[in-house]
């Protein structure tokens, strides 16, 4: 099993939609999520962290799931400037021992249309 | 934001030669990272270091050196390039002090083609 799996997509949604991405992880001593973003040919960005008891920023909102060891990413009101790849991913964080080290799904891509 | 640089931004070389990348933080981090990202695999980590002279092996590691004498300057170095080291080559940096995870300030990357 990948250690992360994501939907590469793409998702190819209206603007105003809601799109929902799902990640599921197979090391359950993951300990710290992301959701990055990467817009083409720059690098990744930090969208956003992912908690246990859920985030949210604006008109995205991420949660976690340990039980089912998955993290889900919406969107809601999709701009046309959402377009990108999303990426999920997580890091073993054990006091340090993991040197931070992060582990990255291969992306889902994302394009809102008029 | 961190300061991260990465140079050169392009760079087209031949198969057998050394190739040498370099990644420049301002801010003395101590975490930094080389990843390297190809279609269908996502990013991968290479090798990456938490502190001078500190370095580690990564899951593709194999063909690729670094080196770190400064804690500003992480380099790179494919010791003798072949056409399936081309790629997107990622530097990241950690605001952590302790490696717990916070995320990575990435550099704008270096396209590599290998001919």
């Known amino acids: 099993r990948k250690e992360v799996e994501q939907d590469p997509g793409p998702f190819n949604v209206p603007e105003g939609a809601t799109v929902a991405f799902n990640c599921t992880y197979s090391n359950s001593a993951s300990q710290s999520f992301f959701w990055y973003r990467q817009d083409c040919r720059k690098e990744p960005k930090l969208l956003m962290s992912?908690?246990?008891s859920g985030n949210e920023d604006g008109r995205f909102t991420a949660q976690l799931n340990r039980a089912s060891q998955y993290i889900s990413l919406l969107i809601r009101d999709s701009k046309l400037s959402d377009s990108a790849t999303y990426l999920c991913?997580?890091?073993?964080?054990?006091?340090?021992?993991?040197?931070?080290?992060?582990?990255f799904g291969q992306g889902t891509i994302l394009t809102v249309h008029p | 934001d961190a300061g991260i640089t990465q140079s050169p931004r392009h760079k087209v070389t031949e198969t057998g030669t050394p190739v040498t990348l370099r990644c420049h933080q301002t801010e003395n981090h101590r975490y930094m990272y080389w990843y390297r990202q190809d279609p269908g695999h996502g990013l991968r980590l290479i090798h990456y270091?938490?502190?001078?002279?500190?370095?580690d092996k990564g899951e593709v590691s194999d063909g690729y050196s670094v080196s770190r004498s400064k804690t500003e300057d992480f380099l790179l170095t494919l010791e003798s390039a072949t056409s399936s080291q081309t790629s997107v080559y990622f530097c990241?940096?950690?605001?952590?002090?302790?490696?717990?995870?916070?995320?990575?300030?990435f550099g704008s990357g270096t396209r590599l083609t290998v001919v």
């Open positions: 991913v997580f890091s073993l964080d054990a006091g340090g021992t993991s040197y931070g080290k992060l582990t």
């Open positions: 270091s938490y502190g001078v002279k500190d370095t």
């Open positions: 992912v908690y246990s």
């Open positions: 990241a940096i950690s605001e952590s002090e302790t490696g717990n995870n916070y995320g990575y300030t």
